[in-house]
């Protein structure tokens, strides 16, 4: 399972239309939200992990935004407490299905692969994009999100032992998003207009003055969005290309923000329509 910022919340309907098709995976990874969902399943917790995504709010995305401007502007020690609460952080290892998750090494850029110990911690650095969140300490390692290094994990998948791999790349339209007209400006009624707006009063910054007629740059979020997306696309294509899956999900999610996690039901409806149109390939791997 590939990362995407919200655009993660299609890995839940990719599941279920696997299962709904008869293919039920012997085991699961991911890198980054794709980690997140993951475990998840892995845990048996999707029903639940589902629901909460299904009744998540602007108000609840914006809840979670912990500012810091120590190694990144949130912490995430909110999203994660709120998964101590709510899910039960079972050691990888004891999980339902064998699951593990991919991080990358920021002082070595070493790919890191998270096969033991406590999932939440493992979901946490797998998550920990560069600026927007703080870094993880893993074993005396400092860990930062898995897409610098490897976005869709195939051959972990493969090392864990494989045979047939279903890959979701949520990326596949990224760059002809960016060769469409600029987006609109964010407004506050979207989670990234809040969080600015908080943002700003945080640092005891000026609000924003009314939106004019004159062109405006690009926000810091459309920057790192932008270029990340941008890396982790080329990157999922080096990647791929050496290292195939034998079918790939590729929902159309280019029209996402970074930030869009309360459009769960949308993404999801995606997902599933992705997996429809990869159908016949999968009955294929069934013969």
């Known amino acids: 399972m590939g990362g995407g910022s919200a655009r993660g919340w299609a890995h839940v309907g990719v599941i279920r239309e696997l299962e709904a098709a008869g293919i039920r995976p012997d085991l699961v990874c991911g890198t980054s939200v794709g980690a997140m969902v993951g475990a998840a399943y892995a845990a048996g917790e999707l029903d639940r992990f589902e629901q909460w995504l299904l009744d998540m709010s602007v ?6 935004m912990d500012v810091t401007l120590n190694g990144g502007v949130l912490k995430g020690d909110r999203l994660m407490d709120f998964f101590r609460r709510n899910f039960v952080d079972h050691p990888i290892e004891n999980l339902a299905m064998p699951f593990a998750a991919v991080a990358t090494s920021l002082r070595t850029g070493a790919e890191v692969w998270l096969r033991e110990g ?8 797998s998550i920990a994009l560069p600026v927007l969140f703080t870094p993880v300490q893993h074993d005396g390692l400092i860990l930062v999100d898995g897409g610098l290094v490897n976005p869709v994990p195939v051959s972990l998948a ?5 045979d047939l791999v279903i890959a979701v790349d949520l990326n596949s339209d990224m760059l ?6 600029d987006p609109p400006p964010e407004s506050t009624a979207s989670p990234v207009g809040e969080w600015m707006r908080k943002l700003q009063v945080t640092l005891g910054l000026p609000l924003s003055e009314a939106a004019s007629n004159e062109p405006k740059p690009p926000s810091l979020l459309d920057v790192v969005g932008s270029s990340i997306n941008i890396m982790q696309v080329r990157i999922t294509r080096s990647r791929m290309a050496g290292e195939p899956a034998d079918v790939v999900v590729a929902p ?7 930030f869009d996690f309360h459009r769960a039901r949308e993404a999801i409806d995606i997902g599933r329509r992705s997996v429809r149109t990869v159908l016949h390939q999968l009955s294929l791997l069934k013969e």
């Open 59 to 64: 108000s609840d995305v914006v809840s979670f």
């Open 118 to 125: 406590s999932t939440v911690e493992a979901v946490r650095a």
């Open 158 to 162: 493969r090392a864990m032992g494989a």
């Open 176 to 181: 002809s998003r960016h060769e469409a007209a």
């Open 252 to 258: 159309r999610l280019a029209h996402f923000g970074l």
